[in-house]
């Protein structure tokens, strides 16, 4: 897998709000587990809907990535985004980690931790 091609791709996605772009990251039955303590969303089609409800009122996003760790099919790595809410003018930092294992090119699993700047 393209580690580094894979997280620009997922950084585009999200500055550009494009959850058909997020989802085709993704193979077809993926795992997308947002919040440790809910179920992962199932299949491209639950990441596509996902994505177009979280990002729908982003604005002005800008993502970044740590150096990523790679070990075999898995990717480790942080990233930090910051962006303006539409709905309420506030802007947001975030960070986070994620592990994502990958089936060739596409991600098979996504698991994120990440907090918000109060």
Same mark, same amino acid.
């Given at each position: 897998?393209? %580690? +580094? +091609?894979?997280? !620009? ?7 550009? #709000?494009?959850? /058909?772009?997020? $989802? ?20 491209? $089609?639950? &990441?596509? !809907?996902?994505?177009? %409800? $979280? ?20 990717? &480790? %790595? ?6 303006? #809410?539409?709905?309420?003018? +506030?802007?947001? /930092?975030?960070?986070? &980690? ?6 060739? !090119? ?5 698991? !994120? ?6």
């Amino acid at each position: 897998m393209d %580690a +580094k +091609k894979w997280m !620009e791709t997922y950084a585009q996605a999200w500055e550009k #709000r494009d959850p /058909e772009r997020a $989802a085709a990251l993704f193979t077809e039955e993926a795992t997308y587990q947002e919040d440790p303590f809910d179920e992962p969303l199932r299949g491209r $089609a639950a &990441i596509r !809907e996902y994505w177009q %409800a $979280a990002t729908h009122f982003h604005r002005d996003v800008h993502m970044t990535w740590g150096e990523p760790v790679v070990s075999g099919e898995l990717l &480790i %790595a942080e990233w930090r985004t910051k962006y303006k #809410r539409l709905d309420t003018g +506030k802007n947001h /930092e975030l960070r986070g &980690i994620m592990l994502i294992e990958f089936e060739g !090119e596409l991600a098979k699993s996504l698991r !994120e931790y990440w907090l918000r700047r109060p």
